[in-house]
T-cell receptor, first 113, second 116 residues
């Protein structure tokens, strides 16, 4: 089956620190990969995506590269802000009759001033 | 424009009661998904509609769970004889197309169900 594994959290960083959140996956088929973010009191929203190997998704200073050889899609940001405090979910989907998302457990990021 | 809306936002039910959760997807979106998110976990797939057709209900945890989308727009997730393990946030998502995994799913704010 399909699964997504995220590093254990929570993560607490100081403002302007470098962020890496690890994500690895197993999939039957060729997945598209996503990072979703859930800010406090808000719904899930797409942060970035990549649909094929070596693609890099980027948004709001965050980046993630689809690495097929290591089945990974790690999220990075060079300088985090307090406003980045949220829960981050890695997810995958397989094209077909049902493009449902399979999510990781999520990780809580807290950025302190 | 308007996003995905869900109602009610919060629901408290006594064990054994039936509940109905509503989802209004983005107008014109073909695909509609329901997910269940337990506390501290990622969302888990429940069921999928393409227009009014329920094409996948493999994630529904028991026959107490039932979903419909009769006119291909609004969807209702019904849980009969609620149990404490049904306590979770129920998320609805819609997407402009079907079968293509790269299309973004837009999520509603969720309904938090607490069964006492």
């Amino acid at each position: 089956g399909n699964s997504v594994t995220q590093m254990e959290g929570p993560v607490t960083l100081s403002e302007e620190a470098f962020l890496t959140i690890n994500c690895t996956y197993t999939a039957t088929g060729y997945p598209s990969l996503f990072w979703y973010v859930q800010y406090p009191g808000e719904g899930l929203q797409l942060l970035l995506k990549a649909t094929k190997a070596d693609d890099k998704g980027s948004n709001k200073g965050f980046e993630a590269t689809y690495r097929k050889e290591t089945t990974s899609f790690h999220l990075e940001k060079g300088s985090v802000q307090v406003s980045d405090s949220a829960v981050y979910f890695c997810a995958l989907s397989i094209a077909g009759a049902n493009s449902k998302l399979t999510f990781g457990k999520g990780i809580t990021l807290s950025v302190r001033p | 424009g308007a996003g995905v809306s869900q109602s009610p936002r919060y629901k408290v039910a006594k064990r054994g009661q039936d509940v109905a959760l509503r989802c209004d997807p983005i107008s014109g979106h073909v695909s509609l998904f329901w997910y269940q998110q337990a506390l501290g976990q990622g969302p888990e797939f429940l069921t999928y509609f393409q227009n009014e057709a329920q094409l996948d209900k493999s994630g529904l945890p028991s026959d107490r769970f039932f979903a419909e989308r009769p006119e291909g727009s609004v969807s209702t997730l019904k849980i009969q004889r609620t149990q404490q393990e049904d306590s979770a946030v129920y998320l609805c998502a819609s997407s402009v197309s079907s079968g293509t995994s790269s299309y973004e799913q837009y999520f509603g704010p969720g309904t938090r169900l607490t069964v006492t």
